[in-house]
């Protein structure tokens, strides 16, 4: 397969664009974005606010056309073959929308017609999204009266009549409460395992953590890393002792940088927290072992935020 022949037909991706950008005028709101999602696999599209993430995901979802660049939806080309590749594809703004005087039951069949489900399997669909995402109790009820976590899963159900291939979600835990966030994590693991690609775009990293297989960092209208598996090694770790001055003491005895923990919780009767930097889980239990052989008191040893967090930090600190 050449070059072309991947850019064309996306290498297989069920979400796929290679090199987009798009402008509003002046604003260069992506600039050079590039991602894969294959089929049963759970990507994170991550960055700051104002970095692009929901122009590219609109871009994906056939509702922005890019300025250059290539963009596939399992192969189709939502520019050309819009309705085919809408029919594969399930979007989840990070806002409800309209529709406020429908019901939600009204919602999710309105939707399904739009995609040409016929009225009975629509009703019956709409049953058991509903049950899904935790709403039976408000079928009848209308969209406005519905909270901002319900409005979300409401949302969920919307982006799923359909039965979609690839699934793009922006911000889809917003408004959710924890009981809903962990549902949300369980279903969209379920999709995936059911052959469902998933990209999904949130700020919350650690909730991101125990959820994707990779993800993609976008900053300035640039991915500067694609495919960074959330699980590669920790490399910061959050040292408390009781005693600080032992700490100190012993770090500097054995040549053990120490960093300020900025997040630490204040100190208690002479106690410390602090940041160490270590390459694997294997230097951690060294460090902890050697620490209490020289009398550290120390009271525990954890990662300093998930992997992902830690990636995404590193990337920044190499941007300044």
Known sequence: MTVTDVRQHGDGAALFADHVARRFGSVRAVADASIRVHPGQVTALV??????????????????????????????????????????????????????????????????????????????????????????????????????????????????VHRPRALLLDEPASGLDPRSRVDLRHLVRELAAAGTAVLISSHVLAELDELVDDAVFLDRGVTSSTNVAPTQGTTRWRLRTLDGAALAAWAASVGLPLAVDADARPPVDGGADAIVTLPDERAAAALLRDAVAAGVPVSSLAPAGGALEQAYLSLEAERR
């Open 47 to 160: 960055g700051p606010n104002g970095s692009g993430k929901t122009t590219l995901l609109l871009m994906l979802a056939g509702l922005l056309a890019p300025d250059a660049g290539v963009v596939r939806v399992a192969g189709l080309d939502p520019a050309h073959d819009g309705a085919r590749a809408r029919r594969l594809l399930g979007w989840m703004p990070d806002v409800f929308g309209t529709w406020d005087s429908l019901t939600a039951r009204e919602v999710l069949t309105t939707v399904a017609a739009a995609y040409r489900i016929s009225a009975p399997e629509a009703a019956s669909r709409a049953d058991e999204l509903l049950a899904v995402v935790h709403l039976t109790e408000y079928a009848d009820v209308p969209a406005h009266v519905l909270s901002r976590g319900q409005k979300q899963r409401l949302g969920l159900a919307r982006a799923l």
